[in-house]
Antibody, heavy 119, light 110 residues
Framework: QVQLVESGGGLVKPGGSLRLSCAAS????????MSWIRQAPGKGLEWVSY????????YYADSVKGRFTISRDNAKNSLYLQMNSLRAEDTAVYYC????????????WGQGTLVTVSS | QSALTQPASVSGSPGQSITISCTGT?????????VSWYQQHPGKAPKLMIY???NRPSGVSNRFSGSTSGNTASLTISGLQAEDEADYYC??????????FGTGTKVTVL
């Protein structure tokens, strides 16, 4: 069955960096768009970014553009999110998800990894 | 871009039907048939319930149905059950090639 496992979360100071990973199994990663979504404590879902199967198409939410970079390694069945210049408002659980069509909806989700930005 | 607008809470008794609305604009909900709905229980990851406005993934009960009218999408849960108590989020593809989520609705089974 499809499994997505995020890792790399933790406590980081404002202005710091963190790299999240998402290990995929149960499907061929190279066939699918993938996405990152986050959820601040007690708040709603916020889409962060998606990347096409061939890496030719990448989009970001305005709130992270220029600070976050999504990437993938299909050979390693992994998705990544490099987060730089972190702010307190980036504190959230970060989920990776398998996206369908051209990233228009999210079929499967990981359990999430918590990122806390605090001094 | 602001989040899609959903009611903060909706409640119903077991066996009843409830409907959750999701209001967007002509640049998202009204522009594409790419509205999806997600169910999230406390402390859990979201789960896809409806995709492309009205389609159910395998394994999702047929008590869940979706529709759109203009810039507003709706999720209806019929025959409400205790296990349906959760948060529900709509999502839409946008004309900027991004995704946008709704503000979320807490469903309470009385």
């Amino acid at each position: 069955q499809v499994q997505l496992v995020e890792s790399g979360g933790g406590l980081v100071k404002p202005g710091g960096s963190l790299r999240l990973s998402c290990a995929a199994s149960g499907f061929t990663l190279s066939d699918y768009y993938m996405s990152w979504i986050r959820q601040a404590p007690g708040k709603g879902l916020e889409w962060v970014s998606y990347i096409s199967s061939s890496v030719s198409t990448i989009y970001y939410a305005d709130s992270v553009k220029g600070r976050f970079t999504i990437s993938r390694d299909n050979a390693k069945n992994s998705l990544y999110l490099q987060m730089n210049s972190l702010r307190a408002e980036d504190t959230a659980v970060y989920y990776c998800a398998r996206a369908m069509r051209g990233g228009q909806w999210l079929r499967d989700w990981g359990q999430g990894t918590l990122v806390t930005v605090s001094s | 871009q602001s989040a899609l607008t959903q009611p903060a809470s909706v409640s119903g008794s077991p066996g009843q039907s409830i409907t959750i609305s999701c209001t967007g604009t002509s640049s998202d909900v009204g522009a594409y048939n790419y509205v999806s709905w997600y169910q999230q229980h406390p402390g859990k990851a979201p789960k896809l319930m409806i995709y492309e406005v009205s389609n159910r993934p395998s394994g999702v009960s047929n008590r869940f149905s979706g529709s759109t009218s203009g810039n507003t999408a709706s999720l209806t849960i019929s025959g409400l059950q205790a296990e349906d108590e959760a948060d529900y989020y709509c999502s839409s593809y946008t004309s900027s090639s991004t995704l946008i989520f709704g503000t979320g609705t807490k469903v309470t089974v009385l």
